[in-house]
């Protein structure tokens, strides 16, 4: 890995710091983190007092995967954010602290939001 990379890397893991200090998860508001690769994007919805995932979804899911088949990543992570509403509609979760994980909100991880709140979460 390039010096530059491993600056980039540093640089977003300190950022994921800084937010995770002020974005707590509780049994009643858990946290929704996203992280996203080159290539897919994964959601987990954290009770961060139980130390427990109660939700989890990515791109790789199967039924996630054949949805957003063939579209753009700004398209994916909405279908993305959308479905993982769904799956929290099923946990009766309503609302949730969003946790962009050191990301700039833009982009995919703002679409991933914008999919959520479309889907029924609250922020």
């Known amino acids: 890995m ?5 600056k980039k890397q540093e640089l977003r893991l300190r950022r994921q710091k800084s937010v995770r200090g002020r974005v707590r998860g509780t049994a009643d508001r858990p946290r929704l983190s ?7 994007m994964y959601c987990q919805i954290i009770d961060d007092t139980n130390g427990t995932t109660l939700v989890a979804l990515s791109t ?16 994916q ?32 991880i703002e679409a991933v939001a914008a999919g959520a709140r479309e889907g029924g979460l609250d922020f």
Do not use: Q, T, W
């Not at 996203?34 to 897919?40: K, Y």
């Open 2 to 6: 390039s010096n530059i990379c491993k």
């Open 34 to 40: 996203v992280f996203r690769s080159n290539n897919h």
């Open 60 to 75: 790789l899911n199967s039924n996630v995967k054949a949805m957003v088949a063939g579209k753009k990543p700004v398209e």
């Open 77 to 108: 992570a909405n279908i993305l954010g959308k479905e993982l509403a769904k799956l929290c509609a099923e946990k009766s979760i309503s609302k949730v602290a969003f946790d962009r994980n050191g990301f700039i909100y833009h982009g995919r």
